[in-house]
Every structure is written in structure tokens, then in C-alpha cells.
């Protein structure tokens, strides 16, 4: 039953952008692209396609079960369909896992800022690897910076969540996610035009064999989960404002392709420069914001206005991408505290950025004045990458899919997914996690 006094999504269009917002992400700009790379090229690109439809696409429709049967938060959500249970622990746990990746997210959408506004202003001063690597030293490094730019991220994102559903969320996305595919494109493009270019093309399209480890379908795993934004609730936030007469199937389906076209498209904007410019992709952050940044300035030498155009559209995608999933974070510890405690959309919007304010703010630091912390031989920022990606991410998957094919009514959940999601749910899905989980602990 859709409640008078809850916002919703005003069309299915407006759902699926949500979701697919929430998906595109910083994991499919800089993630991606390496792993491609680095797991074995066109095969990983299947396997994890493979993994994408046929694992996390069931997890992904057990949370939208959920949440369109419960019209509610994560908590709340537990409470009513398993009344008087620990099941309502699950729901605990994915206001926890959100409110973490939203707050070391916000630092990596914070150097996007700082980029973007560097490359409006000037030229970036990257224009040797050194100097690029300095650069980034400095913009993730200098703490009145990184805590700048953070700040200016967070506040953006609580901009959007404070207006609410139909015009904060719905309208963003709405505009964000055309834009986005628009720009990736156009990036892609360029990419593909720069002298000696195909080399990245061949890295993306060959299947290579030999990088064939029993590791490569867990990381596949772990990134289509990741990538498509499993196990911390915002699927399940999401699906309680869908309209009553959507399919979940079809606005699942939707959201994997776009959210793994784009991730596709990435990769071609990406690894072309990479290779034209004789470079080794590298992993993680260094990717985006160094050797982009000095390929990008390095094409500056020959055509100035261009690779200025570029450089700003390219900071732009990654800003844009990282605030599409930022809000889908934000939104569900927002309405839990909404539904749980009562408070105002604005009180609550509130209550979260001076939280995450706090945490990120020691994530960001962990860059610089607090590199020295560690938490089991991490630093604070990626102990809660890693802690919340590999753990919390997938017992959250795990538990929802339990949930939705254990433990709610076979009529509700058959009735939305279908004949074969539903089996996918109760034993293909958890199955498979499990497995991995074992193995990696294991191995
Ligand atoms: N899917 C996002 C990305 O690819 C990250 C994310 C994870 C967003 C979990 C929301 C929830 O960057």
C-alpha cells in the first residue's frame, strides 16, 4: 500500500534513473577500467556480466521486494515483516554500512571538486608524472583542503536530500544520468582519437587466459555488488518510493544494463589515454586523479582548448557519477532517522552531515596529519573501504536474500520477481556468496 504521507518516484523513468544513479559510480570511472585490465580483459569484462545478471540482479530484486512490500525504511522495513525478531539486526546494519561508505565517498567526491574547480581556474600543474603525483599529494594531502572539499561534496549531497524525493532526488538524477552517458561518450571519443590509442582497445577486448585466477570470479563478484550498490539498503530505500504498478524486474534489468554500459563506456574513455600515452593503468585513485590528469595536460601541450574542454567534462563526470550515489547513501540513514526518530526531513538531513562530517573528516585526514592511525594495519580511510565493501556489503547481500526467499511469503516475493528470480534468490545467490566468502577467508 503506497501511504498518503510518503513521497514516491513520479514514474517508472524516474525509478530507474534513481537506481541507476545510485549505481553509476566512482566503482565504474576508476575500478572497472583496471580490473578489466588487470583480471584478464574481455573475459573478465563476461564474467563479470555473468555476474552482474545472473548473482546481483537477484540480490538487487530481493531488496526492491522488500522495500516496495514494506514501504518503509531498512529498520522499520524488518520490523513489519518480521515483527519480533533479530531480522531488524539486518536492518540496523544497513543504516551502519551506508552511513560509512557515505562518509569516505564524500572524500574521493571531495578531490573530484577540488579537480574540477582547479581545472576551471588554471591548468592543472601536472604536466610530468612527478608533477601529477605531487598534485594529487597535495589535493588529498593538504588538510584544510581535503577538509574543504569534503565539506563542499557532503554539503551538495545534503542540498539535493533536503529537497526531498520528487525534487531533490528525482530531478537530479533525472537530468545527471543523460548527462552523464552524454559525457562519457563524448570522453570516450576523444579518447579513441589519440595517436596509438587501439593498444587500450586491444587490452579491453582481448580475453587473456593466463590471468585466469580463482580469484577473478570473486573479484568480479565483489565489484557487480559494489558497482550496483548491494546490501546497504538504498536499493531497498528506493524500491519504498516506486509507484504500486511498476515491475521490479524490468526496472532491475534497467539499472544492470545502464549501470554496466557505463561502466563499458568507462573503460573506453579511459584505457585508450592510457596506452596512447605509453602508460601502465594503474590502480585505484592514481588512475583518475593522476595519470588522467597528466595525460590531460600533456595533450595540452599540442591542443590547448581541447584538452582543457576535456579535462573540465572529465571531473565533471566523475563529480556528477559520485553524487548520484552519494544521495542514494544519504537517503537511507535519512529516512530511518525520519521514520525511526521522528524527525523532519531537514532535521534529519541535519543530524547526518555533521555525523559523516565527523568520520569523513578522519578519513580525509588519513591522507595527511592522521596518516600514522591505523586500524588492523590500515589507515582509517581504507579500513572503512575495506570493512564495509568486503564485510558489511555482502552479509548484507547475503541476509537480503535470505530474507526475501526464506523468510517473507513465497506468494509476495514469486508474485513480483517471477518463477526464476525467485529461485535465483533462495539458492543461487546466497549459495554463491557463501562460497566466496568461505574461499577468501580461506585462502
Ligand atoms: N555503486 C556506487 C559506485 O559504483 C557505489 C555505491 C555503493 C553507492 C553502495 C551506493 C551504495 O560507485
Redesign the pocket.
Known sequence: MVQKDRENFGSRIAFIMALAG???????IWRFPYMVGEYGGALFVLIYLFCAFFISLPILLSEAVIGKTARSSTYEAMGKLAPGTRWRMLGLLTVLS?FI?LSF?SVVGGWSVDYLFRSCVSALDAGSQVSACELFGKVSGTSWETLLTFTVFLGMTALIIILGVKNGIEKFTKVAIPSLFVLIVAIAAYSLTLPGSWEGVRYLVTPDFSKLTSGTFAYALGQSF????LG?G?VLTYSSYMKEDDSIVKSGIWTAVFDSIFAILAGFAIMPAVFSAGLEPGAGPSLVFETIPFILTKMGETAPVLSKAVTVLFFLTILG?ALT?SI??YEVVELHLMERRNMSRKKACVVIFMAAWVLGSLCALSFGSLSGVKIFGETIFSFCDIFSSNYL?MLGAFLFSIFAGWKMDKSVVQGQVGKFFYFMIRWMSPVVILVIFVCNLVI
Do not use: E, H
Open positions: 545510485s549505481a553509476i559510480g566512482l566503482g565504474n551506508p561508505i565517498y559494489f558497482s550496483m550498490s546497504v538504498t557519477a550515489s542514494s547513501l556489503m
